[in-house]
């Protein structure tokens, strides 16, 4: 596993939980809002696993779970490996991914390594390619399945900006949520980005928020606004 950053306790990643928060480098996606775009390039990264569990063995019976987060997790070939160390350790497992990899996710869930799955949605499958730079959407659409059928807890999420979203958007991507248990809205930030001339683009309003909450209600049973997160 390639690290380069580590929360070592965080109330509001892992719901409902006390978490550290592993940063794992490298993403296949290049989302020009990304918000960590320090953690895209596929290079080593700059924590050992070592240094990792030597926190997290003084952690336990402090904290109640360790979010793996990136960059994209599910790259790394180590991955079923180090999550099956932290939970010899007694911890909850929090996965955030962007979908490209079902098989690997159907895996994960079918050993039962994953207690929560959070699973960034870019827009709509057609605009994968302007969002995300990346080309095969059938591949989100199969994850989508997975986890709406997993039997664990999760949610969908989207980072929305008018650059990229257009309300009538999410009558789509409701559609494609169809039926699922938690969707969180996520206000755009400007101040770090990859795609340097996002700087200057504008946020949706709060009543613009509202506006697709209501959108997406009509498919997800909890719909909820961040304003300022992304």
């Known amino acids: 596993m390639e690290i380069s950053g580590l929360i070592k306790t965080s109330l509001i990643d892992f719901p409902g939980k006390i978490a550290a928060v592993v940063f794992t ?43 793996i987060t990136g960059g994209e997790p599910i790259i790394h070939e180590g991955l079923e490996d180090f999550i099956k160390s932290i939970r010899k350790l007694g ?16 895996s994960l869930l079918d050993k039962n ?21 990346y080309l095969n959407k059938n591949v989100i659409q199969e994850s989508i399945k997975i986890i709406i059928s997993s039997g664990v807890e999760y949610e969908f999420r989207t980072t929305v900006l008018p650059y990229y979203h257009k309300l009538s958007d999410f009558q789509t991507i409701g559609k494609l949520l169809d039926g699922a248990k938690a969707y969180t809205i996520q206000g755009f930030r400007s101040q770090i980005t990859l795609d340097k001339k996002l700087k200057t683009e504008a946020s949706f309003s709060m009543n613009e928020l509202g506006e697709i909450r209501k959108i997406m209600a009509a498919h997800v049973s909890k719909v909820v606004i961040h304003e300022n997160l992304s």
Request: hydrophobic share 35%; glycine share 10%.
């Open 91 to 106: 911890f909850a497992i929090k996965l955030d991914t962007n979908g490209s990899n079902p098989v690997k996710l159907q």
């Open 25 to 67: 480098q490298g993403c296949n996606f290049q989302c020009g809002f990304c918000h960590n775009p320090d953690l895209i390039p596929m290079k080593k990264g700059n924590i050992s696993e070592d240094k990792v569990f030597e926190y997290l063995n003084t952690r336990k019976g402090k904290l109640d779970g360790v979010v």
């Open 113 to 133: 390594l994953i207690d929560y799955v959070a699973m960034d949605i870019k827009g709509s499958l057609g605009a994968y390619p302007k969002i995300s730079k």
